[in-house]
C-alpha cells in the first residue's frame, strides 16, 4: 500500500540530546513536509523540501535541521539548540502538480509525538 | 503575511443540528484546503477547493469557496456523533500546494 510512514511513534529526549525523526514516503511525491503541532493550535510548518538536495525553512526553522538524501526520505533532527521541543510532529508530502487543475493536496504521516525528559 | 482564521474555535452541537464553520484568510488565494483530525491521530484531507465558487459535498459535510471574500465555509448538516474531530482549514500560499498556512482548528463535539 502507499503511503506516508513515521517512526518512533513515540519519542523521549534528554535535555541536550539531539534526536532524529524519520519520514518515509513511497508515493512517489517530489515535495516533502515537516509541521509541528502545538496541543490545541494548528500546524507550523518548521522544513519543506521539492527536490533531492534541496529543502528551505518554514516559519519555525530554528533548532531543527533537515536533508533530503533520496526523494522518498526526508529526516528530521530536533536539536538541543530547540528550548522548547515537545510537540506533535508531522510529516507530510505531495505531488507537484500543474496549479491549473490538479487537486492534488498534502497527504499526512501518522505523526511522533516527541517529549522532553 | 498570510493569516488564517478559524472560527469558531469550539463547537458543541446536538445530534441533529446543523451548523457552519468559518475559515478567512487575509492574502489572496485561490486553493484552499479542509482537513480532518482525530485525537491523538494524523490529519485526514476532506476537501480542496480550487476556484471561487467552488462547492463540494460529501456525506454530511459541505465545503464551499469565496474567493473575493477570502472565506470559506464547511457546513455541517444533521450532526452524528462519528463527526466529532478537530477541522482545520489551510491555504496554499504559493500557488504551487508546497506553502500551506492552516487554522488554528475547530473542535467539534457532537452529542447525542
Known amino acids: 500500500d502507499g503511503g506516508i510512514t513515521q517512526s518512533p511513534k513515540y519519542l523521549f529526549r534528554k535535555e541536550g540530546q539531539n534526536v532524529t525523526l524519520s519520514c518515509e514516503q513511497n508515493?512517489?511525491?517530489?515535495?516533502m513536509y515537516w509541521y509541528r503541532q502545538d496541543p490545541g493550535q494548528g500546524l507550523r510548518l518548521i522544513y519543506y523540501?521539492?527536490?533531492?538536495?534541496?529543502?528551505q525553512k518554514g516559519d519555525i526553522a530554528e533548532g531543527y535541521s533537515v536533508s533530503r538524501e533520496k526523494k522518498e526520505s526526508f529526516p528530521l533532527t530536533v536539536t538541543s539548540a530547540q528550548k522548547n521541543p515537545t510537540a506533535f510532529y508531522l510529516c507530510a508530502s505531495s505531488p507537484l502538480g500543474t496549479r491549473a487543475v490538479s487537486t492534488d493536496t498534502q497527504y499526512f504521516g501518522p505523526g511522533t509525538r516527541l517529549t522532553v525528559l | 503575511e498570510l493569516k488564517v482564521e478559524q472560527n469558531p474555535l469550539f463547537l458543541s452541537m446536538q445530534e441533529g443540528k446543523n451548523y457552519t464553520i468559518y475559515c478567512n484568510y487575509s492574502t489572496t488565494s485561490d486553493r484552499l484546503y479542509w482537513y480532518r483530525q482525530d485525537p491523538g491521530k494524523s490529519l485526514e484531507s476532506l476537501f480542496v477547493?480550487?476556484?471561487?465558487?467552488a462547492v463540494k459535498q460529501e456525506g454530511r459535510l459541505m465545503a464551499s469557496l469565496d474567493t473575493k471574500a477570502r472565506l470559506s465555509t464547511l457546513h455541517i448538516t444533521a450532526a452524528v456523533h462519528d463527526l466529532s474531530a478537530t477541522y482545520f482549514c489551510?491555504?496554499?500560499?504559493?500557488?504551487?500546494?508546497?506553502?500551506?498556512?492552516f487554522g488554528a482548528g475547530t473542535r467539534l463535539t457532537v452529542k447525542p
Open positions: 508515493l512517489n511525491h517530489d515535495a
Open positions: 477547493l480550487l476556484s471561487n465558487g
Open positions: 489551510a491555504v496554499d500560499k504559493n500557488y504551487n500546494n508546497n506553502d500551506m498556512r
Open positions: 523540501s521539492q527536490i533531492v538536495n534541496d529543502f
